[in-house]
């Protein structure tokens, strides 16, 4: 790897057109509403407010009647990662995990005939009629392993999963529908896999929901990423149990946070929390009490106990845990641990948490002036309020200002804004785990793994899972274990996987994704030379502020490639490129001088010296991987510079010596024959 890398240094310091460092980051989703979505809003609320069927009858506060995820997220892979999460099965689902746990193994292990066997394990159950057979089944077909790929019988396998209750397939069904703008049926799917998320948030705050990690900066490894992933910057977790242990109150805190959210590989395990998190309380540890009024509310590893549940949540809120205040605030609106509902308290305890910036509080001011409950109704307050609270990441506020686009109560009606939204929201759901096993595969070393999890994840619409996967593919070549049609994968395979990954992250915003798709058409890697389609591509990641797609719009322009040939536009993006990114200065500063030399010296054989250098440079590429830099003449040629050194400094030390004693240096073979001087 330290071979190529020099090699690329060597030769991109010999050519002109060096290629300007790529961004490193998608960009992340922004929400913008304008002024004509509030504005209609007003008009409407006197319409919507009185009508008794608008369908905000369910618990948004976020419900008390949670499932277990196993529920929620039936035919997850959980029990595959975290065997104590099952239960009892039946035989086709005995048969379906049995499938499933041989295919993530074949793919751990570059198995291709264990692979086959387990995908016609997979096959035999879906023709059954089993949806969780027939969600994998929908997946094969769509990556095209074992099997050729055929998006046809993927999609149908994965409607048949979704019709039988397939939360996963729903995931891939509503995506692919967005993606051909067909948002009334991506919205019924979102908002309803939306919902499946929201009613597993906590009631007083948002859980520390792992987020999917990007595992690389454009072409090279996210490290400072995946150190922190590993727990490099945090305390080994033995070694924070056994603090625990000797009675370290914040290390009880955190190791009952590990067990409670499953962090950091552990299973989750509430029963092991409440026990870390009392012992904590014992010694003062603040925190915890509000964890242990959501246990407690909750019924997570105890019996739901309400009246506990206020008790802890209000000993938290009087150590300044303002996030507490939400709990207290629940269990008043709904009545719960408490004599009677009560409007008028539930609404003071909100605005005591928006009032120290708590985003859960403005949320929740926001669900009783919607809903009015115990106030008088005023969705604009409401529409407020959770942009408010969205503005700092709030999901259950996303949710609700995607019910609002959705319906058009609050805000004009807006399908493609209620789906995205929709979309985030649903992203936050059980099946998220799906990226935690496949990020600590990755850290194992366990690429094949990593890659088949991240695959998954892509199908159901991750971005970051898309542009992971296709990163694998791109970095690991072969030890990716890709599995293609018939064994692994070919490398046209791979290129093609990779190319449809990439182009699926750049359609989401990922402007590096979009500007390697522009790389795959300009330079026919993975697909057919189409210069036009690169520009489009350059197009897409350059109106995302992309540096690198505004130089090679540049380039495009100055000659004539799927662009018109026009050296005033060629200027325009290269300075672009410069506004954009300052590090851009030395390629933007060549680029500028060969406009200028084309442009003053057009018939030159300049111009032709320039325009040669892209033929060139594989050339020099070649020459360098196979002559400098190999082995033997690399150290040959080290050992010559080495001497050269030593005979310039030698050279250099003789004349300064000569020079302190008064000679003039002439040179070494007319040295020989000065007579010495008289003494």
């Known amino acids: ?155 149908l396998y994965h409607y048949l999963a979704a019709d039988g209750g397939n939360a996963q397939s729903k995931m891939a069904l509503a995506y692919t529908y967005a993606r051909q703008d067909e948002y009334e049926k991506a919205v019924k799917l979102y908002a309803e896999l939306a919902e499946i998320a929201v009613n597993s948030f906590l009631i007083s705050k948002d859980s520390p929901v792992i987020e999917p990690i990007r595992i690389h900066n454009g072409a090279e490894e996210n490290k400072d990423a995946l150190r922190k992933s590993r727990g490099e910057e945090d305390e080994d977790f033995q070694i924070l149990e056994y603090q625990a242990q000797k009675g370290n109150a914040a290390a009880m805190y955190r190791v009952g946070i590990f067990y409670y959210f499953g962090l950091r590989g552990l299973r989750r395990d509430h029963t092991k929390a409440l026990i870390w998190f009392l012992k904590a309380v014992e010694k003062g540890e603040p925190k915890s009490m509000e964890l242990l009024g959501e246990i407690y509310a909750r019924g997570a590893g105890v019996e739901r106990n309400y009246t506990k549940a206020l008790e802890w949540l209000t000993l938290a809120s009087k150590q300044g845990l303002y996030s507490a205040y939400n709990g207290m605030g629940y269990l008043y609106v709904k009545g719960y641990g408490v004599e009677k509902k009560n409007y008028t308290k539930a609404k003071e305890y909100f605005e005591k948490a928006a009032d120290n910036d708590d985003a859960g509080g403005h949320y929740n001011l926001g669900v009783i002036y919607l809903k009015g409950i115990g106030v008088k109704k005023d969705v604009k307050h409401a529409c407020k309020c959770f942009i408010l609270a969205a503005n700092v990441g709030q999901p259950k506020a996303f949710y609700q200002l995607a019910k609002m686009f959705h319906t058009g109560v609050g805000l004009k009606k807006n399908l493609p804004m209620a789906t995205a939204l929709y979309k985030l929201v649903a992203e936050r759901g059980p099946w998220s785990s799906l990226s935690r096993w496949a990020l600590e595969s990755y850290l194992k070393g366990d690429v094949g793994k990593a890659f088949l999890l991240y695959s998954r994840m892509a199908e159901l619409g991750y971005e970051v899972a898309q542009s992971n996967a296709a990163w694998i593919l791109d970095k690991y070549g072969e030890r990716s274990m890709c599995m293609g049609e018939s064994g692994f994968c070919s490398d046209a395979e791979r290129h093609q996987r990779a190319h449809s990954l990439w182009w699926q992250a750049s359609e989401q915003g990922n402007e590096h994704a979009a500007l390697l798709i522009g790389d795959a058409y300009y330079y026919g890697r993975g697909t057919e030379r189409d210069y036009e389609r690169a520009a489009e591509a350059y197009m897409h990641a350059k109106s995302q502020s992309n540096a690198q797609a505004m130089f090679n719009l540049g380039y495009m322009h100055e000659h004539g490639q799927g662009l018109p040939f026009d050296l005033h536009l060629a200027k325009r993006y290269y300075d672009q490129a410069l506004e954009v ?99």
């Open 581 to 679: 990114d300052p590090a851009a200065k030395l390629p933007v500063t060549l680029a500028l001088t060969s406009l200028w030399i084309r442009k003053n010296y057009a018939d030159s054989f300049l111009v032709d010296l320039i325009d040669s250098l892209p033929e060139v440079y594989p050339k020099i590429e070649a020459w360098v991987e196979n002559v400098i830099m190999e082995e033997g003449n690399a150290t040959i040629l080290t050992l010559f510079v080495c001497l050269l050194t030593v005979l310039y400094l030698r050279e250099r030390q003789r004349r300064q010596a000569v020079a302190a004693g008064g000679e003039v240096a002439l040179p070494d073979q007319l040295n020989e024959h000065v007579l010495p001087p008289p003494r």
């Open 1 to 155: 790897m330290l071979r190529r890398r020099c090699n690329q240094i060597l030769i991109h310091s010999l050519l002109l057109f060096s290629l300007y460092p790529l961004s490193l980051y998608a960009r992340p989703f922004v929400l913008v509403l304008s002024s004509d979505d509030l504005k209609d809003a007003v008009q409407a609320d006197d319409a919507s407010l009185h009508d008794s069927e608008t369908p905000w009858d369910d618990d948004d506060f976020d419900g008390s009647q949670t499932k277990p995820e196993d529920e929620l997220d039936p035919g997850s892979w959980r029990r595959i990662f975290e065997p104590a999460s099952g239960g009892s099965d039946t035989e086709e689902m005995s048969a379906y995990y049995s499938g499933v746990s041989r295919i993530v193994a074949a793919a751990s292990g570059g198995e291709t005939r264990v692979m086959e066997e387990a995908a016609a394990e997979i096959e035999g159950v879906a023709l059954e009629g089993d949806p969780h057979a027939q969600s994998m089944l929908g997946f094969l077909y769509g990556m095209g392993m074992t099997r050729e790929r055929n998006k046809a019988k993927a999609f």
